[in-house]
């Protein structure tokens, strides 16, 4: 199978939306690039490439640069929606929702239920998110439970390139409103993507290796630290099942009660903040309905309740590792 | 004077009924049963009428409206009953009750929706546009909203936006003299509107909004000038609101008599009326018929609505998501 | 003492403030009313009054109109709180976050911690939330878990006209970034309320009522909804321990685990959304630190995963009620 | 020319502390011992230089600046040395490292920060005015931000609001033909600024962002103006930025040949010294000793990074509240 990066991943992604749907649209701040410029069109392709040839191939009637004006095309996206297209449009960094909140929020995550059902609004909003990459407070937040918190939003979390291909195709397919997060930090990192078509369902989570010991639920980078501390634990002699949600909202909260009954342990991995935070949220919903299946406090192994701060010693210190999660492990299945 | 006289009658009938509608409203909120905050529209009605009036009646046009948003939904043809059922929270009100007086809808006729953000249709009329364009429908979205509006960011970002993407929208500032209770003489930094439309780049045009006839001329010249392909427009459409801020609000900001004497002189139905009669152009009786036949209209509404029964429990849930 | 609503309570509040420290200012739309118009000045003291009559005491360099600039507005109280006031601005309703979420949470929320430490953000923002006055899905919002989630801001969530007022002075006084929620349904709520100045502290649970077979945590409307059905479930011989945290962020976790200890069982009510809100967040904090002690599933009541509907009786059926934490205390107690 | 000798002195070493800073960023980063991101300054100088310096070096006149902060910030008077410490992410950083590039700030003296967010300056310059009219300190708040920030609404939603208030803020539009690798001439619909300007009521000017002399002549105007209660004015200031958007920027959307020739024609650095030496105003010598003394305070400040060791671990958690 091919290997290529998340970023190409996404690329493959949209470009196959395009061409099967003419009333896909991208939309954002120098997805293209070069607009209005004198040099090379087509000259970024977003801020890390994902949408770089797209412009080429499908055209200024296809692919929109925008101003610096996210309320305006994040708006225009939903309203493009609720008219007849399936806008993918970039709301650059998650942080920047501060500037977009409103259409995000109130409009697109609401027009359905506020009126009463008679209309769809199918967009997509991919956004970066995540620490690691030295951007410091205003450039790395995750802020996926706001979405999640947010009825009427989906919220996308994927966790390898395989996955983001085949999400991006169930987003720009759905019909309501899908938040997509790309981590910053693994833009550039490789996997196995077959070549043609194919979806990754919303809602379902992914087993990404079995055990009977501890269930860990890790979601985006956070997967691929929880399989580094789960091998590790594995020669210890500790076996743990790790899940990967693949969606925020939709939540598969039956796949990990499921696990947890098995294993009696859970620990949840998650790069957001702590309060009111994906972690907690997990948390609640399993030791509400799986309680007497539990034989160990729920561990949450998340930041702490700060920002993300900028020199690189800190910034990893905030970062869930697989060290910490690992401790984690070991301290639910008593240090087994 | 370039309308025919069923278009005159169809705009008188289009004003008659926002009228007595928002009248209607303003007598019921009083007795207590109609929930929520109602923002009523009477003395704008030129705006709407003169205005939507030139969008064809498919969805392919498109209107964004404000939490001042039965008047618009009339003019673009929602059905008033079904409207008057969602003011009152009832099973087939419009949107199923869940919307209310401010999120009053029907996308299937190009009405994206009164809007409880203000501002927050501004932009949803861009995206409208860009469909038209991208779908090649040459279909135009108006974007209604109010002078406190014209202050917000949102606006002013879609105006840019619309104006570098030459997307077809107007863009009609409804200067009804206050938002809440807070002038927009003061509000709007500068002054002057259709300036301030220039610094986008943007063609504008102030009209008086008692002058149906006004209005609807700039807004006709306009939108021709939309599908034309010349990009965004937009006008400045200055009058008086009649009643409160929202229902219930008593108003004490205004000079008094304000209001008094628009209605007395200025009031936007007089003022086409005697314009019509006058000319010799549609009778009396006509204009009366009208008025009778929208009087049992709105008196049904309110008999259908006090009716009806609330809506299922079953459906808190449900509409949230097409899928989950 | 003197029986006042709670609209009165915050009013004493802010005018005690601003007589006492005149870098305490006042922003908002209509917060005096009749800015620039012919008729009477501050006509109307904000949109439910709870600022009457402070713009014709304090004058028009202390209490300012706004337009309709909520980014703009709220940023300059971002930035005059960094040189030098002490301003108190309202975001009308909570949901208008989406036009002001930049200022709230990626400036105000980080300046101190992005500044390394060298800055203070001394302001309030007081903003309206909740159901139950057939206001609809965008104005009834209780975002207050989005404003938790965020590091930099504190939380308050009064529950009473004497609460307010207190915690009112406590925020004026704090020297970070405060939001302050204050339900439109309460706004004519009658309390009892002493007239001099008193501060209610941060981060300091109340305890509303003792008991030993229940803990019950509740904040803000939920109060009042919690007392009633803990007077009923008193009737059947079930005695909840009613905890008011007052404040979602600081969270006085170790009041609710001390409580927790004594009765074994937890009910968590609260208006917000279910997914990563704050029963969500408490929940996971007792569940993980206060897990041996619980002899039954932390139970949330709150809203489902919808926005608030229009009509009353679909708003009604929204909001927790007081049968339905009666209900959820008899699952955790065993019926009892 | 109505700078005196110390004046222009003061000036050219403000601009050839930017520029060398930021041309020694540029090498820096090559090396891969920067972290983050890094938006250069570089050819832009004369504005942070020609309009900085009108204000007072106390607290009570303030700057908000933007991602692109470096020059702001030393025009402002921020210790070079601890800004290159945060750059580099070290202990003793002018944010103890929890900065970085896009957050240098140092309130005490003014400086509000660089900011991460497109526009998110415009509307604290707004509150730093309100300080100053509320406690009558005769301050004045200078907002710098890009040609892209002037399509954010948050921008123009600030003018306005400075305007209704007759806040002393000065509005200064540095547009470097780009925002990322999108042309101004193109984001910025109807394509005159200082038009948009007055469309919120606000005077502006446009100036030639090579010329020192002509930036701080209409900065110095409008300040001037601002300080005698007239409220806001505009800034619209015309130049290139030399590097890419970013460090890593490939830059492939702009001409070839644009940036050389611009560094070889119309270097503000140059264009100032051919000025003043052509008028006999300076000598040679005490430019070139500025040169000098501004390369030994880069090198220091550069070999200080270096060697400066992390921030201390337990600073992650702190800061983030004043109490908790
Ligand atoms: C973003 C936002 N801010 C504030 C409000 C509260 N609000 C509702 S209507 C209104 C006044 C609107 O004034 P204007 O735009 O002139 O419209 P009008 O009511 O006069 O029709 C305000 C402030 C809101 N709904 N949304
Ligand atoms: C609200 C927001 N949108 C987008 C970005 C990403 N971004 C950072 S700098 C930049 C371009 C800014 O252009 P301009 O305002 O002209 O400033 P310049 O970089 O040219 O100095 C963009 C789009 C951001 N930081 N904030
Ligand atoms: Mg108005
Ligand atoms: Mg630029």
Redesign the pocket.
């Known amino acids: 199978m091919p290997v290529i990066t998340f970023r190409e991943a996404l690329n493959a992604a949209m470009r196959n939306e395009m061409k099967r749907d003419e009333n896909v649209i991208l939309l954002g ?2 997805i293209a690039g070069g607009k209005g410029a004198g040099g090379q069109q087509d000259a970024w392709g977003g ?1 890390l490439g994902a949408t770089a040839g797209l412009y080429t191939e499908f055209g200024p009637d296809r692919v929109f640069d925008t101003p ?1 004006s ?1 309320s305006a095309f994040i708006g225009a996206a939903a309203g493009a929606a609720v008219t007849g297209l399936r806008p993918v449009a970039q709301l ?2 998650v942080t ?1 929702f ?2 977009a909140g409103d259409a995000l929020f109130n409009q697109m995550a609401k027009f359905r239920y506020m009126f009463g059902g008679k209309t769809k609004t199918p967009c997509v909003i991919r956004t970066l998110y995540g620490a690691g990459t030295g951007a410091a407070s ?2 790395s937040d995750c802020y996926y439970p706001i979405f999640t918190h947010v009825p009427g939003l989906k919220v996308v979390v994927p966790s390898t390139p395989y996955e983001a291909k085949g999400l991006m195709i169930s987003a720009i397919r759905d019909d309501d409103p899908v938040i997509f997060f790309e981590h910053q930090a693994m833009s550039g990192d490789k996997g196995e993507v077959p070549d043609g078509e194919y979806t990754v369902p919303f809602g379902e989570a992914r087993v990404v290796r079995e055990g009977k010991d501890a269930t860990v639920v890790a979601l985006g980078r956070m997967v691929q630290f929880a399989e580094k501390a789960a091998e590790e634990l594995a020669q210890d002699g500790v076996e743990c099942e790790l899940l990967d949600p693949r969606t925020a909202s939709p939540l598969d909260s039956d796949a990990i009660l499921k696990s947890v009954k098995k294993t009696g342990r859970l620990v949840i991995v998650d790069e957001s903040l702590p309060r009111c935070g994906l972690a907690s949220d997990i948390s609640a919903i399993i030791s509400e309905q799986g309680f007497h299946t539990l034989k160990a406090p729920i561990r949450r192994v998340t930041p702490q309740h700060n920002h993300v701060p900028f020199a690189p010693n800190l910034e990893q210190a905030h970062i869930p590792s697989p060290e910490k999660i690992v401790e984690a492990v070991k301290s639910v299945t008593g240090g087994k | 004077m370039d309308l025919d006289q069923e278009q005159l009658l169809d705009a008188y009938r289009c004003m008659r009924t926002i009228r007595m509608f928002e009248d209607r409203l303003h007598d019921e909120f009083a007795t207590g049963q109609i929930p929520g905050f109602v923002h009523l529209y009477a003395g704008e009605e030129a705006s709407a009428a003169g205005v939507i009036r030139h969008l064809h009646a498919d969805e392919t046009d498109t209107v964004a409206s404000t939490h001042r948003g039965h008047g618009h939904s009339i003019a673009v043809g929602c059905d008033v009953k079904a409207m008057m059922k969602e003011i009152y929270g009832r099973k087939g009100g419009l949107c199923n009750a869940k919307g209310g007086s401010m999120h009053i809808a029907d996308v299937s006729i190009g009405m994206l929706g009164a809007n409880g953000i203000v501002g927050g249709g501004t932009s949803l009329s861009c995206g409208a546009a860009l469909t038209a364009k991208v779908k090649k429908t040459g279909g135009v979205a108006v974007s209604f909203f109010g002078d406190g509006a014209f202050n917000q960011g949102m606006t002013l970002e879609a105006m840019n936006f619309a104006r570098v993407y030459d997307l077809p929208v107007l863009f009609v500032l409804e200067d009804n003299g206050y938002a809440e209770s807070t002038a927009s003489s003061w509000s709007i930094g500068g002054g002057d509107p259709v300036q301030r439309a220039a610094g986008f780049g943007i063609r504008g045009e102030k009209v008086d909004g008692r002058d149906f006839f006004a209005v609807t001329h700039a807004a006709g010249e306009a939108i021709k000038a939309i599908r034309d392909g010349g990009g965004p427009r937009f006008i400045h459409i200055d009058f008086l609101r009649y009643y409160g801020h929202f229902e219930g609000d008593a108003t004490t900001y205004r000079p008094k008599n304000e209001v008094r004497d628009e209605r007395k002189y200025l009031d936007p139905l007089n003022l086409f009326r005697a314009r019509v009669l006058q000319g010799e152009i549609l009778s009396e009786d006509a204009l009366n018929r009208i008025d009778d036949e929208v009087a049992s209209l709105i008196d049904e509404a309110v008999d259908e609505a006090r009716e009806a029964p609330a809506p299922d429990l079953s459906t808190l849930t449900t509409d949230v998501y097409v899928s989950y």
Chains 1, 3 share one sequence.
């Open positions: 701040e120098d801020v610096i996210e650059m960094f920047f501060g500037v205003q450039h």
